[in-house]
């Protein structure tokens, strides 16, 4: 075992800080299922060094980077790192590696990493209208992916998608969509590949440096933390804004120029996704966005803000029972909420409580809708003087 | 058969003749085709092809399993980046699958397969679903002929571009 | 784990093999694949010696993985696979690889690269011999008594056959008397033999066999299981009952299908159970007495269209019979018989036919583009003669539809409770119509009458006895082998979504209620992987095809696996 990659982690992570609380621990939605399961007690091995045990126990992967345990730990343990540097070095020991999906999606991400021009714009009908080139692009992230992927679950990732080219064009905004966007790689990433995610890493920040744009925009919030934070700690730091639709439209709507119309749900209930929350801090825009459409109500669901619950499984690898039973106590509560609609700001919350929803062990009466299709359903068609709101960029 | 044989010595004697010069260009021109067959329907078409003595270009590698619906995509994208230059998935005719649905399934999943091909900016015809029964032995040998040359041509084209 | 002791073996299969390929040279490329410490060439593998070979290798060189490459697993497999067993290695540690019928045979003129081939097939099943693990073949206990649904002709046949073998039965009608359709039927083709006689000669030999229990207007209420151990339970009357049985035989026969009536509006050529009745209810009428005199009979009424593609089979030769019945009892009858087309299939029915046209029933040929219509008020039927060219009036005292045989409405609970399938019309579907007639694809389920198609007396009669001695089988065994080769579920990972039921074929994999993980029921699980590959959660593998095994065997096909 190389001692120095075990050090360094133990550096990196903070590790040696831990003062042994069990914060963590008692925070860890899959902790609270899977007793075999404690970030405490692999931080310990790791700083006793005992990598080895750590490896040959399959757990590792059931962390979701949820990052409820790092915002928690009073000793700044950085455990969703740890997670990532863990993984990493378990894959160049040629241990036998987790997947779910039967790895097609890491596959699909893959092949990205070849520099095959892709076909996934496609999806781009005529009423929508994108730009070639200009300041401001829409990140699509996997969304093309995941409409093939999990079509058995009767979902269409995609209509996301329309529905922020959608919004965007409302707002005056024509995006570059581009064809040779790839996979962020965060998953991979936190797969311990970092070897494909570099090379991903780089087609996109190439992308984006010679489509020209100033301002990306994201449905999903783990690719726009990846360009955001993650991209500048491997490949330095770029000018480009990078913001999450939520974002747009709030502004929008606090400087009128964008107007939700009523809808016919009253009752909405909002799932914080954990990167948009605890990762990118954005709490209140997606929540302004709700309040600002007439005769509703948002109702609070228990857990929420900093300390709401991951939708289950992570980057690709850790479908599990416990997942599912992760799952099942977050839709429980959204149910309890008395909402008809739970509304989610991330493609993964949406596949993933789909998929919860989709079983037959229990029966919810809530009803699950990512955020872009509620604004572009509720949007105001009278007002057409896009022009002279157009927003810079 | 004795035609067949005589037939045979002629390469043979030829190719001694031509084999330093052969050796190489010959190796170039079969390209590699992981072919899934089934364990019921289509492996069994394969041995059929063998049993007749259909002829068909060495550019299959086959690998066994016991219903096409055992691949995912995978298994096939896999295969495609590993070197393959072609995939064939095989399976019983829908109405004779051995797993009732299997074939079908497998179906969905090349269809699947193909989807993701596309976005992924992959030539969709790289890949090919076959449904061979145990007694089409014929279709199997013609698959195979028309196939590596489907593949071949592929190629030419895709250097051509180049 | 154990150090890697693979040995190869490559056959010569004298020149069916080494005509075409090198195999010293493949069994020399062979010697330097990871993992392989022995590797020959034999000119006949599966002859004695050659098998002793490699048995004597086993031993000498403590191999403890075996390839052979030689011809096809589909013959020789169980040949090689015994040599293994014979020598302590298990079964499952042996891996065949093709390099006759997918490589010599098919690449006679290629020599070098067919060498080639089968150096890179031989790495192939290194690779994946190297990942192989060893199983048992379970044998499974029978039950030895069986369970026939359906009590017509089929059923009865079925349990009587089985009755005498010693075998204990269940046999469960729905309706309160034994028979089914023939309790309808009048004279029977091609013998005119009378139906009552005929089923109550059947019924009394049925009832001679003590170890048969008999249940009427009986139903199904439940069934579990598999092959050799079914849990039933059956509610006859008002009370149920559990049994156990090893096999099953669905008897459970078809309806005759009766246009709807209609009070305004239009029924099928006029239908009204009156004047214009089907060819059951002329039978129920032929034991009484007929006395209408001009009878016409339409064929294929409800059946070869868009809403029932099929044909129905048995209508030609029940018209043909019917209208001869009808023409002895009375000479002055006329009987006419429009037909699309008449399929009297084998030496006595074609011989009925001419005996009907001798004794001079009329057939008129109809197209379906311009169908008889029927004009009750001027009792005649109208019909396009092709051959005319125009329209003809046929008089009528009677019309007799030959509507087809039809499923039962609630056939589908059946299948479900047995988890088999029925096409599109309700009709149950055999696993293959020449390889596995009569059986179901699910192990001990078997199929036999018009439940399957329709039938008439004399086939469902055979296929009852071929349905029967199919289930007897496993019940005189009283045990079945099961090959491992079955998917598997690891628990953590499962998160009970449920999607490997919904896949498959066999429901040999279902949620359990308590754990809601999935379980998979060995005996019933064929290995097919089809929930393997559809696990969101990769929580399912296929014991002897992991997907591990197919990725190495993937890989060595490109590239030489590094020691």
Known sequence: MAKNSIDEIIKKTNSYLCIDCGEC???????????????????????????????????????????????RCPSDVKYDE????????????????????????????????????????????????????????????????????????????????????????????????????????????????????????????????????????????????????????????????????????????????????????????????????????????????????PETEL??????????????????????????????????????????????????????????????????????????????????????????HRLEG | MKKKKTNAKITKAKMTKAKKIKKKTKKLQYPKIITFACNWCSYAGADLAGVSRFQYPPSLRL???????????????????????????????????????????????????????????????????????????????????????????????????? | MNELRIGVFVCKCGSNIAGFIDVPAVAEYAKGLPGVVFA???????????????????????????????????????????????????QFLFEFVNIREHCSWVHMQERELATQKAKELVRMGVARVALLEPGEMTEVEVIPSALVIGGGISGITAATALGSMGLKVILAEREKELGGMLNDLYKLYPTGEDAREFLDKRIKTLKKFKNVEILTSSEIKDIEGYIGNYNVIIKEGKKEKDYKVGTIILATGALTYKPKKVSKGKSLFNYDGK?????????????????????????????????????????????????????????????TILYRDLQTYGTDYEDELREAKKAGVKFIRYSK??????????????????????????????????????????????????????????FFLEAHVKLRPLEFATDGVFICGCAHWPADITESISQALGATSKAAIPLLNLKVTVEPIISYVDEEKCTGCGICEENCPYAAITKDPETKKAKVTEVICKG????????????????????????????????????
């Open chain 1, 82 to 293: 740890f997670i990532k540097l863990s993984r990493k070095e378990i894959r160049k020991h040629n241990e036998k590696l987790n997947y779910s999906h039967n790895r097609i999606i890491q596959k699909s991400m893959e092949i990205m990493t070849q520099g095959n021009t892709q076909k996934r714009t496609e999806w781009i009908g005529k009423e929508l209208k994108v730009s070639k080139k200009g300041k401001f692009l829409y990140f699509t992230g996997c969304l093309p992916y995941f409409e093939v992927i999990f079509e058995y679950l009767n979902i269409h990732p995609l209509e996301t998608a329309g529905n922020a080219v959608k919004i965007l064009n409302k707002l005056g905004i024509e995006p570059v969509v581009n064809n040779s966007e790839v996979c962020c790689g965060r998953d991979l990433l936190f797969n311990g590949d970092e070897e494909n995610f570099l090379k991903l890493a780089k087609i996109n920040t190439k992308m984006l440096k010679e489509s020209g744009a100033e301002k990306v925009v994201f449905t999903c919030p783990e690719c726009l933390e990846t360009l955001k934070e993650i991209y500048p700690e491997y490949l330095g730091k770029t000018d480009v804004e990078f913001i999450h639709i939520t974002q747009l439209v709030e502004e929008a709507v606090k400087k009128g120029k964008l107007e939700l119309d009523s809808s016919s749900i009253k009752k909405f209930t909002y799932q914080d996704p954990c990167i948009l929350g605890r990762g990118l801090g954005l709490y209140d825009e997606p929540r302004n966005i709700i309040k600002s459409i």
């Open chain 3, 40 to 90: 020959r060439h034999n000119l006949y593998s599966c002859s004695e010696s050659g098998t002793q070979t490699i048995k004597d290798s086993i031993r000498e060189h403590n191999l403890n993985r075996v390839v052979v490459a030689a011809c096809t697993p589909r013959t020789h497999e169980p040949v090689f696979r015994a040599a293994c067993e014979d020598e302590g290695l298990n």
């Open chain 3, 275 to 335: 004047n214009v009745i089907t060819q059951i209810q002329l039978e129920n009428r032929l034991i009484k007495g007929l006395k209408e005199k001009k009878v016409v009979m339409i064929q294929c009424a409800g059946s070869r269209v868009p809403e029932r593609i099929y044909c129905s089979r048995i209508c030609c030769m029940t018209a043909i019979k019917n209208g001869m019945l009808l023409k002895k009892a009375n000479k002055d009858a006329e009987v």
């Open chain 1, 25 to 71: 621990t008692g925070s860890c939605p899959v902790s609270r299922v899977n007793v075999n399961y404690s970030p405490r007690l692999n931080v310990e091995k790791m700083v006793l060094g005992y990598f080895d045990e750590i490896k040959k126990d399959e757990n590792i992967w059931s962390c979701l980077v949820c990052g409820l345990c790092s915002k």
């Open chain 3, 369 to 426: 583009e311009k169908p008889p219509s029927v004009d009750k008020k001027k009792k005649f039927v109208s019909v396009h003669h092709e051959l005319l060219g125009r329209n003809i009036e046929i008089p009528f005292d009677l019309v007799v539809l030959s509507t087809p045989l039809i499923a039962h409405s609630d056939v589908k609970k059946l299948s479900q409770k047995l988890k088999v399938p029925v096409d599109e019309h309700g």
């Open chain 2, 63 to 162: 690998i066994r399993v016991m219903c096409a619906g055992r691949i995912t995509p995978t298994f096939i994208l896999d295969a495609l980046t590993d070197g393959a230059d072609g995939v064939i998935v095989s399976g019983c005719h829908f109405e004779d699958c051995h797993y009732i649905s299997g074939s079908r399934k497998a179906e969905k999943v090349v269809e699947t397969t193909r989807k993701l091909m596309h976005l992924l900016g992959m030539d969709g015809r790289r890949l090919r679903f076959e449904l061979i029964s145990a007694a089409e032995g014929q279709k199997f040998a013609t698959v195979a002929r028309e196939f590596t040359e489907e593949i071949t041509n592929l190629k030419k084209e895709k250097h051509g571009k180049k």
């Open chain 3, 528 to 563: 097919c992987g089809i929930c393997a590959s559809n696990c969101p959660e990769q929580a399912i593998d296929i014991k002897h095809y992991k997907d591990e095994q197919f990725s190495a065997q993937l890989k060595a096909a490109f590239e030489e696996v590094k020691t």
């Open chain 1, 299 to 388: 109702l609070p669901i228990e857990r929420e803000r900093e300390n709401s619950i991951c939708c289950g499984p992570s980057a690709w690898v850790s479908c599990t029972n416990y997942t599912k039973r992760i799952q099942h106590v977050r839709l429980g509560q959204a149910e309890k909420t008395g909402a008809e609609v739970l509304i989610t700001a991330c493609p993964k919350c949406y596949i993933h409580f789909s998929c919860a929803l989709s079983g037959d062990d229990e029966d919810y009466k809530i009803k699950l809708m990512d955020i872009t299709t509620l604004i572009a359903e509720t949007m105001k068609s009278k007002k057409k003087h896009t022009d002279s």
